[in-house]
């Protein structure tokens, strides 16, 4: 048995999904199209020399604000502006003279886009199953306000009865709040209910906080031996159910 942990006695009647590298990713990656859009703005750059700052860039813009708050509504001008700081501490480091303004509208057209983000090849499958078993499912995603558009785009939108944002919400995971309203939004209690995403911080400790039952996508398996319930991919949810 490669679960560490039993799910709980009482019959589970909802789950909640993280979005981002839990039902979809992206792909051209964002350094890839980091990269090609500073390029046709000055200096080429390659996506491995994008990668290593944007990761940089995206654990500074992390770092200012507290986990819990919501990030796209601390800076002045909303999500667009969040970008806009993100995209300029990119520039900055690879001392790129792009003008970050143009580039800005461009990038945030280039995401916006749903032909950038792709879904795991099981989602759609195990979506439906569950379904098929009758339980309900919402999305909790750290994301700016395009995300219930680009699940649309997706069409996965109608799998979900409610579609939490943080943005909208001005709340973040792991903040018991934006688990908590999505809960009241399915009509379920926490102990009724999986919550399955990628990020130990965000989605693990955060749901598990409020009494919900956490599993962790770990599809490369590099948090192996830390006692997290852990699934390689989407449809192992449905054997943690059974
Ligand atoms: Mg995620």
Not at 100 to 111: Q, S
Request: aromatic share 10%; glycine share 8%.
């Amino acid at each position: 048995m490669r679960y560490h942990f039993r799910m709980p006695s009482n019959p589970i009647t909802a789950i909640t999904f993280d979005a981002g590298n839990t039902l979809l990713y992206c792909d051209p990656s964002p350094a890839e199209i980091y990269a090609e859009a500073l390029s046709r703005h000055g200096r080429a750059v390659t996506a491995g020399e994008v990668e290593p700052v944007f990761a940089d860039a995206w654990a500074e813009l992390q770092a200012r604000t507290p986990p819990g708050i919501d990030r796209y509504n601390s800076q002045p001008g909303g999500e667009k502006q969040w970008w806009g700081a993100f995209l300029r501490e990119v520039l900055a480091r690879l001392e790129h003279e792009a003008g970050w303004r143009p580039l800005l509208d461009e990038l945030y057209a280039a995401f916006s886009n749903p032909r950038v983000w792709q879904v795991y090849p099981e989602t759609r499958t195990t979506l439906a199953a569950i379904h098929g078993r009758g339980l309900e499912m919402a999305v909790i995603s750290n994301w700016d306000r395009r995300l219930p558009e680009i699940l649309d785009g997706l069409e996965l939108s109608d799998w979900f009865r409610t579609i939490t944002v943080s943005a909208s919400e001005n709340i973040e995971k792991p903040a018991a709040g934006i688990f908590h309203r999505t809960l009241e939004r399915l009509g379920v209690g926490p102990e009724e209910t999986v919550h399955v995403g990628d990020s130990p911080l965000e989605d693990y400790d955060g749901s598990r906080a409020v009494g919900m039952t956490p599993v962790l996508v770990d599809r490369t398996g590099i948090f192996a031996g830390n006692g997290y319930r852990r699934i390689a991919s989407l449809e192992e949810v449905l054997a943690l159910l059974d």
